[in-house]
Every structure is written in structure tokens, then in C-alpha cells.
Nanobody
Framework: QVQLVESGGGLVLAGGSLRLSCAAS????????MGWYRQAPGKQRELVAA???????NYADSVKGRFTISRDNAKNTVFLQMNSLKPEDTAVYYC?????????WGQGTQVTVSS
């Protein structure tokens, strides 16, 4: 079994920065994909950023140039550096790992951007 533990959310003023972390523990092997998603109240969960095992990254248009996804393979951890935050970035952020055929989600961390 694999557990994902997220950290780094919180309350920040518009224009500020936060760094999210998501660490996997347990029977971790063959991480094919690491991603960050978010869900705002009344909206569907959406992809924010993702990185594959080969290092290819993908970003939502709304965060390009502001957010950066990175990873530490030795620690089975993925990061999301969020700069120039806007009130519309307010949401619960979830990490997602794909290990072999299995998909795992973190518990979510709240990010609130105040104007």
C-alpha cells in the first residue's frame, strides 16, 4: 500500500508564494506520473501541473509562468512552487501519483489566496 502526504498549504495574500509538497511512503516503485490537481468550491477537479517519469512537464494555461512542478526521486516527493498567487487560485490542492497500474491521491491541502 502507498500513502501520499501533502503539506505546505495555507493562507496567503495575492501576489504571494507557497510551496506544496507531496511525499509517498510504503511500497513505492515505478512512479510513472506525479501531478497536482485542484478543486474549488462548486467546480470540478482540474489538472494544475504534472511531471512524468521522463521529466516531461505539463501545466494548465492559467498557471503557466507562475507555478513550477519539480520532484525529488530519492525521496519520492513532488513539489509545486506557486508564485504570484491570485484569489482564483484558491482551492483544495491534491497530489496524484501513478505507480504501475495503480493511481493514488493525497488527502488534499487547502490554499486560500486573499485579496
Amino acid at each position: 500500500q502507498v500513502q501520499l502526504v501533502e503539506s505546505g498549504g495555507g493562507l496567503v495574500l495575492a501576489g504571494g508564494s507557497l510551496r506544496l509538497s507531496c511525499a509517498a511512503s510504503g511500497s513505492v516503485f515505478s512512479i510513472n506520473y506525479m501531478g497536482w490537481y485542484r478543486q474549488a468550491p462548486g467546480k470540478q477537479r482540474e489538472l494544475v501541473a504534472a511531471i512524468t517519469a521522463g521529466g516531461t512537464t505539463n501545466y494548465a494555461d492559467s498557471v503557466k509562468g507562475r507555478f513550477t512542478i519539480s520532484r525529488d526521486n530519492a525521496k519520492n516527493t513532488v513539489f509545486l512552487q506557486m508564485n504570484s498567487l491570485k484569489p482564483e487560485d484558491t482551492a483544495v490542492y491534491y497530489c496524484k501519483f501513478i505507480l504501475g497500474p495503480r493511481v493514488y491521491w493525497g488527502q488534499g491541502t487547502q490554499v486560500t489566496v486573499s485579496s
